[in-house]
Each structure stands twice: as structure tokens, then as C-alpha cells.
């Protein structure tokens, strides 16, 4: 490339930087033309307790759903796939700053990824 990449390296197609290979098709956006996150990347697969983002296809954690923080962003491309407000006001009777575990009990987000088990589930 124009750049001189090493091997292991991906160069972004406008030449403005090189990025390590493994970022190609990481889903997260490195190069500023979007190079490196073609549209024929394979399409993620989200793991259990994971939600796949409608936009990004970035993998966010079940319990971010519908806690009025976008999680589906990445750079320069707007998701709220995470926040659609026709999945959450009908899933959820929580209040706003809680989210409802599997059973629909509600859980306040400060609780989420503390080390505890709030959920039963």
C-alpha cells in the first residue's frame, strides 16, 4: 500500500493510517473511511445474554436494553436499535433508571455488572 504496512497490518483504504490486522472486520469502525468494516464482513453472532444491534451489529449486553443510554453506537454510525421505543415501552412496565430482569421484576441500572446477582434469572 501507500502507507507501507507491515504484513500483519490492514492499510485503510484512503491511506491514512494502517491499523492491526485483527481489526479488520472487528465491528468497531478504526479507519475513518470505514475501510476496515466492510459491508462484506460476516455478520456477528451475539452471544447468549447478548442483544445484536440492527445497524451496528455490535453485541450488547441483555441488561443495557431499554436504559435510556445507547449502546449500539459505533463512531460515525448512529444506532439505537438498543433504545427502540417500541420494543421497550412494550416490554417493560419499569420505571425510568430500572430495567426488567427475565422474570419482570425491575432491577435500578446501578445495580447492573456490580458482582451481584440482582436477577433470579
Sequence with gaps: ??????????ACADGSKCIPG????????????????????????CQEGQFSCKLSGKCVMEGWLCDGEPDCNVSNLKDNS????SM???NSTCPAG????????????????????DCSD
Design 1 to 10: 500500500g501507500i502507507l507501507g504496512c507491515d504484513p500483519e497490518e490492514f
Design 98 to 117: 430500572t430495567s426488567p430482569c427475565k422474570d419482570f421484576s425491575c432491577l435500578a441500572i446501578s445495580r447492573h455488572c456490580n458482582n451481584v446477582l
Design 22 to 45: 485483527r481489526w479488520f472486520c472487528d465491528t468497531s469502525v478504526d479507519c475513518l473511511d470505514g475501510s476496515d468494516e466492510p459491508s462484506s464482513c460476516p455478520e456477528p453472532t
Design 88 to 90: 421497550c415501552s412494550v
Design 82 to 85: 438498543d433504545e427502540d421505543p
